[in-house]
């Protein structure tokens, strides 16, 4: 069972996601806040498996927000769930420790698909967001010379929202030399996280833009 915490400030929103989230038989909603304060005191009571996060909150911002949740609870994983998708908002998110980025209009099934990729420790980035990144982010692009063929298989399976048990089986290698793989591009792309990873190789034009699979 997959526990979450929907955070949105709209009780209307909040109340439709909890709502559309229930719907599914593996998740468990944990409660819900509508500040970014409320929604670190209730993830440090719950300790949930996602924070499904909405970035436009009163007070404190849920950018800001997203170390403190982190810190909160080592083990949840966080998903950002906003109108918004300019780079500065989405890097902004992914480099704080975020682990997906989906926009708002995104259908429940996107959803839950998303949520699932995120608490499998795979990393879920929308298509619309990573074509904005393409178009708006101004910094020089660089090859991909400096990953390996396989790191760049890995870096493609990654963006698809696979964990690294599945990507073991699509590459037919182990999941310890996965996560080798996966510390090795990290390492080089100066990435904390996988969604990071994802942003800045399609910044720096090492990654195309990926539909879903």
């Known amino acids: 069972m997959i526990r979450i915490v929907v955070v949105d400030d709209h009780p209307i929103v909040r109340q439709g996601l909890v709502a559309a989230l229930e719907d599914e038989p593996d998740f468990q909603v944990a409660g819900a806040a509508g500040t970014a304060e409320d929604a670190v005191a209730l993830v440090a009571q719950v300790q949930p498996d996602v924070v499904l996060l909405d970035l436009e909150l ?32 989405v890097l902004g998110a992914l480099k704080s420790g975020a682990n997906g980025y989906l926009l708002k209009g995104a259908t429940a099934a996107d959803i839950a698909r998303a949520v699932r990729a995120v608490a499998a420790g795979g990393s879920a980035l929308e298509p619309r967001v990573a074509a904005r990144l393409v178009a708006e982010v101004s910094a020089p ?73």
């Open 58 to 89: 009163p007070g404190m911002s849920g950018v800001a927000a997203i170390p403190r949740v982190l810190e909160a609870s080592r083990g949840t994983r966080v998903l950002v769930f906003t109108a918004y998708d300019t780079d500065e908002r």
């Open 141 to 213: 692009r660089r090859t991909a010379g400096h990953l390996t063929g396989r790191e760049r298989d890995v870096l493609r399976l990654i963006a698809e929202g696979l964990p690294s048990k599945q990507i073991a089986r699509e590459l037919h290698i182990s999941e310890r030399t996965v996560k080798f793989h996966i510390t090795s591009l990290l390492r080089k792309l100066g990435a904390e996280n996988r969604a990071q990873a994802v942003a800045l190789a399609i910044q720096r034009g090492i990654l195309e833009v990926l539909q879903r699979r």
